[in-house]
Every structure is written in structure tokens, then in C-alpha cells.
């Protein structure tokens, strides 16, 4: 299940939805991760851009690839702006046991950090700033410049 | 013709054009200063799927995507 809103996430809602869909699935483990704007340089607030076709199956390869484990992925990100102490993003796994969902909540954590594609700008003065610095390419980026 | 387009912060508009590789794009876009710097950084997808090679084959119609280096979450 993956999930885009415009705007700030409703966490409680989304977590709450989320377990009562599984409840009754016979997981042993609930694992979700949830991502906070935090007050840091002096920005207002966070704002995203998402390119949904290859987000989508970026996300449904790793469904396919952590159902043989019996693990299953949830996720929820938002669209424009998030301010401060709101949530932008959150990931959840659901799985029998919990070492499957721990391993698996922190591979795809870590991978759709590397390979999602969704642009973050700060909300900084009133712009919308690119956060190139905190940004990561793309495996096989630079290939127009002959640099793969 | 094919189509280019510039993802996230890149701010430009679609373009269109006769390539017939990748290798054809890259060197049109060679020649626009502005995109020095995202040609270096980018991932490149066809059809909305990510390619590795310069020598992939376009056909009429298809999508070029420029993907600048990303930050979700």
C-alpha cells in the first residue's frame, strides 16, 4: 500500500488505519517508521515534489521482494509543504516475526532514502530551496556526461 | 519525436525532439549551459523506467526523464 497526501500526514489516523487492516492477519510484528520535520536551520518547514510512476514501482519491486518473507510493507508520503513537528513520511512492515520486520523496515528505509524519487526543498525566508546538500544521486546518475 | 523531462527542482520545460539514442539527447542537452550541472548528477529513465546505457534505442514517442539526486522522507 503506498499512499501520497498533499500536505502534513495524519499520523494517529494512518497508523491506526494501518493496524486495523492487519489486526486480524496473524503478524507477530508491527513495525512503523515515522519521519518528523525538526527545527533546524532556521526553516519553516519542509516542501516535496514526487514523481509517482517510478515512486510506484520502486515501491511495489519491494513488495515483491519481501513477500517470499511474509512481510508486508506499507507507506505514506506527502506532496508540498509539511511544517515544523508535522510528518512527511511514514513506512510500516508487518510481518510473523519480528526479525524479518526489523531487518526489513531498515533496508527499505535506507533504500528509499537512496532511490525514491522525491525532491525536498527547505521552506526557508518565504523560497522554496532545493536540498541539494542533503541529497543523494541517483545509482547509474551522471549517465548523459558519459560518467557511468 | 521524443520528449525530455526535467523532474523535481530542475525547472524547465518539456522538450521535444528527433533523437533516436540516448546518446543523441545527451549531446543536445550538452549544449545548454543551465543543465551543465544536472547532467552530471542525473539519473535518466525512459518510459519511466531507469536506463544505464547511452546506446538505448528511442522510438517515436517516447519519454526521456532527467531525475536530479533525491531527498525523500
Given amino acids: ?148 | 519525436m521524443i520528449t525530455v523531462e526535467f523532474l523535481g527542482p530542475i525547472q524547465k520545460p518539456v522538450l521535444s525532439m528527433e533523437a533516436s539514442t540516448l546518446r543523441e539527447v545527451a549531446e543536445v542537452l550538452k549544449q545548454d549551459p543551465s543543465l551543465a550541472e544536472w547532467i552530471e548528477n542525473c539519473a535518466v529513465a525512459v518510459n519511466d523506467t531507469l536506463v544505464g546505457s547511452l546506446d538505448t534505442l528511442l522510438k517515436e514517442g517516447d519519454k526521456v526523464s532527467l531525475l536530479p539526486p533525491v531527498c525523500g522522507g
Wanted: aromatic share 12%.
Fill in chain 1, 1 to 148: 500500500m503506498l499512499e501520497l497526501h498533499n500536505g502534513a500526514l495524519n499520523v494517529p489516523e494512518i497508523l491506526a488505519r494501518w493496524y486495523a487492516l492487519e489486526a486480524s492477519s496473524n503478524y507477530g510484528a508491527y513495525i512503523p517508521f515515522v519521519g518528523t520535520v525538526r527545527a533546524e536551520d532556521a526553516i519553516e518547514g519542509l516542501s516535496f515534489d514526487v514523481y509517482e510512476p517510478i515512486l510506484t514501482s520502486w515501491f511495489d519491486a519491494w513488495v515483491a521482494k519481501v513477500a517470499p518473507l511474509g512481510a508486508v510493507l506499507k507507506m505514506a508520503h506527502s506532496r508540498g509543504d509539511v511544517y515544523l513537528h508535522e510528518s512527511s513520511y511514514i513506512a510500516a512492515v508487518f510481518s510473523p516475526k519480528r526479525r524479518v520486520a526489523l531487518e526489513t523496515i531498515d533496508a527499505f528505509v535506507e533504500d528509499f532514502k537512496a532511490s525514491a524519487p522525491i525532491w525536498k526543498y527547505d521552506l526557508k525566508n518565504g523560497q522554496r530551496l532545493y536540498a541539494l546538500d542533503r541529497s543523494t544521486a541517483i545509482v547509474g546518475a551522471g549517465l548523459l556526461g558519459g560518467n557511468v
